[in-house]
Structures are given as structure tokens and as C-alpha cells.
């Protein structure tokens, strides 16, 4: 059974810097397509970062040169580091793993509960 949990969440000023982990369990990080998503409140889960198993990450527009997506294999661990952060930044995220997954949501198999973002004025 593939578990994914995510932490490090929380309340940041803006052009402050949070760092979220999302720890798997039933699946290795290194031989799937990692991502993370966020939602903010009302609206749609909307793609931020994906890792593959091989070759370079993948960021959306609105957090390209802000957001570093990177693996740890030996913790199991995919990291998100966020810095300078945007008040735009705040809302749950979430990690994802998938075969093959890419920018969608169908393309992701197993999702975990998801972390709160807030980032203040």
C-alpha cells in the first residue's frame, strides 16, 4: 500500500521561505514521477513541480526560479523548497506520485492529505 505524507507546511511572511517533504512508504521516489500540487480555496488542484525518475524537473511559470523540487532517495523523501514566497503561494499542497505523470492531475496514482501554505502580506 503507497502512503505519501507531507509536512512542513505552515504560516510565512511574504518573501519569507518554507520548505515541505513529502515521505513515501510502498513505492520508491527514485523509480516514479513525483509531483506536487496546491489548492487554494475555490479553485481547481493546479500543477507546481514534478520530479521524474529520470532527466530534469519541470516547474509551472508562476514558480519557476522561486520553487526547487528535489529527491531524496535514501529518506525516500521528495522536497520542496519554496523561497520568496507570495501571498499568490498560499494554499494546501500536495504531493503526488505517478508512473508517468507530468503537469495533470489524472496522471497521478496516489495522492497524500496535503500541508498548509499561508503566506501574509
Known amino acids: 500500500q503507497v502512503q505519501l505524507v507531507e509536512s512542513g507546511g505552515g504560516l510565512v511572511q511574504a518573501g519569507g521561505s518554507l520548505r515541505l517533504s513529502c515521505a513515501a512508504s510502498g513505492r520508491t521516489v527514485s523509480g516514479y514521477s513525483m509531483g506536487w500540487f496546491r489548492q487554494a480555496p475555490g479553485n481547481e488542484r493546479e500543477f507546481v513541480a514534478r520530479?521524474?525518475?529520470?532527466?530534469?524537473?519541470l516547474y509551472s511559470d508562476s514558480v519557476k526560479g522561486r520553487f526547487t523540487i528535489s529527491r531524496d532517495n535514501a529518506k525516500n523523501t521528495v522536497v520542496l523548497q519554496m523561497n520568496n514566497l507570495k501571498p499568490e503561494d498560499t494554499a494546501v499542497y500536495y504531493c503526488a506520485m505517478g508512473a508517468r505523470g507530468r503537469t495533470l492531475v489524472a496522471e497521478y496514482d496516489y495522492w497524500g492529505q496535503g500541508t498548509q501554505v499561508t503566506v501574509s502580506p
Open positions: 520530479l521524474l525518475w529520470i532527466g530534469g524537473p
